[in-house]
C-alpha cells in the first residue's frame, strides 16, 4: 500500500463519516432547539420562575457590563478563596446547558456575591443608583 492509497482511504471515510454524523448532528441541534422553546414558552406562564429569570438576568448586566464590579466580585472571590466563574443568562433561546452553568455560577459564587452587596451597600464611593441596587439585592 503506498502512502497515496492510504490518504484517498482516510479521505473516503472521513467524507462517509462526516454525512453520517452531519445527518444526525442537525437533527440533534433541531430537537434541542426544539426543547429550548418549550422550555422558553411554558416558562411564561410561571410567575415564580419569571422573578428568578429576572433576578439572574440583573445580576448578569451588573457583573457584565461593568467590568470594575466584575473585578471587584473577582477580588471578593480571591478574598474567600472561591472559584471565580462569570456570570451568564439563563432560560434565554439558548441550550438548557448554558442556563445550568449560569446558575450554577451564580450557586458557587453566592458567599462572594453576598459579600460584594454589603460591601457596595456600605461604599460612599458608590453612586446611590448602585448601593440600591445592591441592598434590593441584599435584601
Not at 33 to 47: N, P, Q, T
Not at 87 to 107: E, K
Amino acid at each position: 500500500m503506498t502512502v497515496t492509497t492510504i490518504i484517498d482511504k482516510r479521505l473516503f471515510i472521513n467524507k462517509t463519516m462526516r454525512y453520517d454524523y452531519n445527518c444526525l448532528l442537525v437533527l440533534l441541534h433541531c430537537l434541542n432547539h426544539r426543547l429550548e422553546l418549550a422550555v422558553h414558552d411554558s416558562i411564561k406562564y410561571i410567575g415564580a420562575l419569571n422573578h428568578f429569570k429576572s433576578f439572574i438576568d440583573s445580576l448578569y448586566v451588573l457583573y457584565n457590563a461593568s467590568s470594575k464590579n466584575q473585578n471587584e466580585l473577582r477580588n471578593v472571590c480571591n478574598e474567600l478563596d472561591i472559584l471565580f466563574l462569570k456570570l451568564g443568562r439563563v432560560l434565554d433561546v439558548c441550550w438548557v446547558v448554558s442556563s445550568w452553568r449560569a446558575i450554577n455560577a451564580v450557586w458557587k459564587t453566592f458567599p462572594a456575591l453576598c459579600n460584594h452587596f454589603c460591601n457596595a451597600v456600605n461604599d460612599s464611593t458608590k453612586d446611590s443608583k448602585t448601593r440600591n441596587k445592591s441592598q434590593e439585592t441584599r435584601n
